[in-house]
């Protein structure tokens, strides 16, 4: 049982490109997210999804991109990389949402230069 | 803006003593969980206290939680080398939002 699976955990971008930062999870849970987490800034949430199908914003949507086709997918794309997009990205999932435990990836670290 | 705001920022104890954090947050919630982030790695969960629970105890942790006063204690009693972290707390008024954090060192 793998968990929550990022890909790739490191990742260096020059400003303008695009890139997709994946995350799996093999829980079978309803409720994906994700979140940035900058120095003295605690965890912000980017982009979440309550099943296939559904996404919704998070505190700091802008410059993102995300999509649920299955379960267990739940990729986050970045259209145009900025310096402030410099961050460790978790993608986090739960059973049913807000009211249960999430279960964190490991993290993907992108600088962009 | 954030949801939850841990207090102390940082703290340095011995390994043996007793840790306390506190969280406050500003609006209601259904429940408050706490988590430990290690070095490089993903969060973990630790507790999760609903808004009807006053006190919650998991091994050598007691989450209190004050819904009239807004805020919630993470202790870690018997403090260890290996509860050298960063400690979250995370509250659900309609997305789960997290504090900055304490960042707690446990001197052995």
């Known amino acids: 049982n793998a968990g929550v699976t990022q890909t790739p955990k490191f990742q260096v971008l020059k400003t303008g490109q695009s890139m997709t930062l994946q995350c799996a999870q093999d829980?079978?849970?309803?409720?994906m997210s994700w979140y940035r987490q900058d120095p003295g800034m605690g965890l912000r949430l980017i982009h979440y999804?309550?099943?296939?199908?559904?996404?919704d914003q998070g505190e700091v949507p802008n410059g993102y991109n995300v999509s649920r086709s299955t379960t267990e997918d739940f990729p986050l794309r970045l259209l145009s990389a900025a310096p402030s997009q410099t961050s460790v990205y978790f993608c986090?999932?739960?059973?049913?949402?807000?009211?249960?435990?999430?279960?964190f990836g490991n993290g993907t670290r992108l600088t962009v230069t | 803006s954030q949801q939850g705001e841990e207090d102390p920022q940082a703290l340095s104890i011995q390994e043996g003593e007793n840790a306390t954090m506190n969280c406050s947050y500003k609006?209601?919630?259904?429940?408050l969980q706490w988590y430990r982030q290690n070095s490089g790695r993903g969060l973990v969960h630790l507790i999760l206290i609903r808004s009807n629970e006053r006190e919650k105890h998991s091994g050598r942790l007691r989450v209190t939680l004050d819904t009239s006063k807004k805020s919630s204690s993470l202790l870690i009693t018997a403090s260890r080398a290996a509860d050298t972290a960063s400690y979250f707390c995370?509250?659900?008024?309609?997305?789960?939002?997290f504090g900055s954090g304490t960042r707690l060192l446990v001197r052995p």
């Open positions: 995370a509250t659900d008024a309609f997305k789960l939002i």
């Open positions: 986090a999932s739960s059973p049913t949402g807000f009211n249960s435990p999430l279960h």
């Open positions: 829980m079978n849970h309803e409720y």
């Open positions: 609006t209601s919630i259904n429940n």
């Open positions: 999804s309550v099943g296939a199908g559904i996404t």
